[in-house]
């Protein structure tokens, strides 16, 4: 009888304590889970630049972007931040114009207004059309030329900055229609001249989808394309927007202000129509191409994807990828030596296709 009762007791025991380990795995499951979501800041990059470190230490914690539900907010945001990063130290034309000797004057081609963009010291006779960043939206006004006063000094070319029309008063295909007919306006007054086209973010997104038009209109294709750290599918369907999630400090996720600004950019476009989304174009007689990117770039795999799709086509095309890197770190972290390194070997690249 006691053995009896024995046995019992501990049968019972054994499944008391099963229970208990059940149920502190679960505990611990939940809890694992919840930190495994919590978004926990990566140490910065051992590899980059010190000028890329801080910059990541600095802007770890992003807040978060509301998005516009009318016309007026996305207009109000637009004036918002791009009055914000006209503010911004050392940012003004004049400024940029006396640090990197580069003489501006402001003008416009058949009603599109352009920055024309002379460098102290010229390497070569071609010139380039460069288009800003800023998701096709921000960074109109004088911001369009910041980028392209650093390209003709650091290249030591001549430079027109196109200061495209945006949304949502003028979405799509308001922007690549303006930079067609400057082109179109450049080639037709000086065809045997050497053109590249380009800039960084929706800078290389527009460069790439303007070629796409270009090729559609039979326009003369450009000498070459410079594409830093590009958009080339709005449909999200690249692999670093998942991985890369709360990693770039620049840009948002894809999932919210990302989407609602591909949108509103599109108008009644679909957004896998190839001049939004270029990387679904045809890229046969593309130009040569320099693409940059880096592997803390949301857009990481929308370049290596663009740098696929060329060399598929039989393209020459080089994918520069900076260990560390996030988003246009090349341009926004200061003069750092990844700053340095793309437009030195952007100089070469341009310099070396306008040779031949």
Do not use: C
């Not at 320099?290 to 060399?311: A, N, P």
């Not at 070997?345 to 031949?356: D, G, P, S, T």
């Amino acid at each position: 009888m006691e053995v009896k009762l024995s046995v019992e007791h501990r049968n019972r025991t054994m499944i008391l304590v099963s229970i208990m380990l059940i149920f502190l795995g679960i505990i611990l499951g939940f809890f694992a889970s919840a930190l495994l979501k919590k978004e926990i800041p990566l140490p910065p990059p051992l590899a980059a630049s010190q000028e890329i470190r801080n910059f990541i230490l600095q802007n770890q914690i992003k807040p978060p972007l509301e998005i516009p539900t009318t016309d007026e907010g996305w207009i109000v945001l637009r004036e918002q931040v791009n009055k914000a990063r006209a503010a911004a130290e050392g940012s003004s034309l004049e400024e940029l114009s006396s640090r990197f000797f580069v003489a501006v004057e402001r003008d416009e081609i058949l009603g599109v207004p352009i920055f024309r963009l002379t460098p102290e010291s010229v390497n070569t006779d071609g010139l380039f059309i460069h288009l800003h960043g800023g998701g096709r939206f921000f960074g109109g006004g004088d911001l369009a030329a910041q980028e392209g006063i650093i390209i003709a000094s650091k290249v030591g070319i001549q430079v027109i900055s196109v200061d495209y029309r945006v949304p949502p008063e003028n979405p799509h295909p308001a922007a690549i229609e303006d930079i067609a007919l400057v082109y179109k306006t450049l080639i037709d007054r000086e065809p045997y001249r050497k053109y590249a086209i380009g800039g960084t973010s929706a800078g290389g997104e527009l460069a790439v989808a303007s070629i796409h038009y270009f090729k559609q209109m039979n326009y003369p294709i450009p000498d070459a394309l410079y594409a830093g750290t590009p958009r080339t599918d709005a449909t999200n369907m690249s692999d670093s927007l998942n991985v890369l999630k709360h990693i770039d400090p620049v840009l948002p996720t894809f999932d919210g202000f990302f989407d609602a600004l591909a949108r509103l950019n599109a108008g009644k476009t679909e957004l896998d129509d190839p001049l939004i989304s270029p990387i679904f174009g045809e890229f046969d007689m593309f130009p040569p191409a320099y693409l940059v990117t880096g592997t803390r770039d949301l857009l990481l795999s929308d370049t290596v994807r663009l740098h696929r799709k060329l060399r598929e086509a039989g393209i020459e095309a080089s994918l520069n990828v900076y260990d560390g890197m996030f988003h246009g770190g090349y341009l926004i972290a200061g003069e750092s030596p990844e700053f340095h390194n793309v437009h030195n070997e952007l100089r070469e690249f341009l310099v070396k296709q306008f040779a031949n």
